[in-house]
């Protein structure tokens, strides 16, 4: 499910405009940038991406008209809309897979020492919050250099950066996680339900009020945002 049509749900359920959402749906998929694959979601569709979403975008966000929005809670929808009604933890997808992929993931103490004490909060944090070592392949990986210059600033992230060296690819990783419940890689039946329908009107109207001429509107079609083109329906 791509952002725009995450901003469509949260229109409806929200109210204000489609555009009022952006910014939180493009951090929770932030992480299709690292691997165009269903299993990107291991890395913020749980409860702890919901905490790096407020600090990153605030506790909270006021729509176009006027309506005060918990951050946490649009991120939230985002969430069960790709998992199946879910929002879960952390532990809930690494439960089943932390034998496997522990081994790959650098060790708790192979980590620095003197990282800085903000950096060194944020990537314990995955490991801390679950107790899984394999935990760590979200925050000691390029992501986790990713998400350092989100949340800290690019000092951090360089620090990271260097601090990793060589840096793990958090793609590669992810390569090796094997899904163990539907909800892992199933959307909500209901809320693409509601977008077929909604995609079905807005074909209607556009052929019934479209003028004479080669090309009608596609069913498709959505605006840029903020510079993202959205039209492109992705599989993941």
Aim: aromatic content about 8%.
């Amino acid at each position: 499910m791509d952002i725009w049509k995450h901003c469509l749900l949260s229109q409806r359920k929200f109210g204000g405009e489609p555009q009022d959402y952006v910014a939180v749906h493009r951090f929770m998929d932030s992480s299709k940038l690292f691997y165009y694959h269903a299993r990107h979601r291991l890395l913020l569709h749980h409860t702890l991406g919901l905490e790096w979403a407020t600090q990153l975008l605030g506790d909270l966000l006021t729509t176009s008209a006027g309506r005060t929005v918990l951050v946490r809670d649009v991120a939230a929808e985002h969430c069960k809309e790709d998992l199946l009604g879910r929002v879960p933890s952390l532990g809930d997808w690494l439960r089943e897979a932390d034998a496997a992929l522990a081994p790959l993931v650098p060790a708790l103490e192979a980590l620095p020492a003197m990282l800085s004490v903000p950096l060194r909060q944020l990537v314990l944090a995955p490991y801390l919050r679950t107790g899984l070592p394999s935990a760590l392949l979200i925050t000691a990986s390029n992501f986790g250099v990713h998400l350092a210059g989100q949340l800290l600033g690019l000092a951090a992230a360089e620090e990271l950066a260097t601090a990793l060296r060589p840096l793990p690819d958090v793609a590669q990783l992810l390569q090796h996680f094997t899904f163990a419940h539907p909800w892992q890689y199933r959307p909500d039946p209901k809320e693409l339900a509601w977008l077929r329908q909604q995609e079905h009107r807005r074909y209607e109207l556009s052929t019934t009020h479209a003028p004479a001429g080669p090309a009608a509107a596609s069913p498709l079609a959505h605006p840029q945002v903020h510079g993202i083109p959205t039209n492109q329906t992705a599989p993941v």
